[in-house]
């Protein structure tokens, strides 16, 4: 007989399907290629206020208290334990993606890290040689074709795109902690881990303070072409050249070929 937690996973995991098979249906369909423009931007724009709001009262002041109290080992030791968790999902995701001899390596981190590593407190793994990587389901739908769809913006969670939004699904299924049916475990896990990613990416939201003109379009922009960036494991093709002009002649016109551009 299912208990109440598992039936509840199980629906989770419906739902998953379903939104995930919506979402790619229309990637495949309309969103083939990297959009030009932002048609969700009227929604995106007040979500991305209420995240600055909540990041400007909450989550910041608080990763702040959390990294005055919290010796940098320590700190260390709580990413190294969340990164371990997430490497589940980066392995399955290795899989998909045939990166055979990554998921192999990738499994040995994990193995390596949750026993010697006391539960992934310390990344005895990258000591022995094991590279770490990260892979998401959305890059594994990018390496297989298909296209990002429009710019998305998440409550309480920040940049995103059509692609990429079931990942967060997979993410979190992949997720040992999902399968913990006590409450007062991982919710309190779960502020940390936030409160600890937010502490890590201080440097990175006091350069959007200081370099951006519009928080909206930098975040944005740094999103696509860091996701374009990851997909392309750091080697995205470059743009094509313009035609060569002939010699003594003008340069052609440009040509129309009808065919997408990345």
Known sequence: MKTRHSRRRSAFVL??????AFLLGGCATRYGVQPTSDPLEPVNRPVSV?????DQYLLGPTAHVYVEATPQAARTGVTNFFSNLAT???????FFQAKLVQGVSDTGR???NSTLGVGGLFDVASMLGLEKHKEDFGQTLGVWGSGPGPYLVIPA???SDVRDAPGLAMAAVTNPLFYVPYLYVTIPLAVLGAVNLRANLEGAVQF????AIDNYIFTRESYQQHRRFVIYDGRPPLPPLPPAAPEG???PPPQNSGAPSE
């Not at 209420?50 to 909540?54: A, D, L, S, V």
């Open 15 to 20: 739902c998953i399907a379903g939104l995930a």
């Open 157 to 159: 969670n920040g940049p």
């Open 110 to 112: 994990l193995v390596v």
């Open 249 to 251: 002649g003008k340069p």
């Open 208 to 211: 959007r303070k200081q370099a």
């Open 50 to 54: 209420f995240n600055t709001k909540f």
């Open 88 to 94: 589940p999902n980066t392995i399955v995701n290795d």
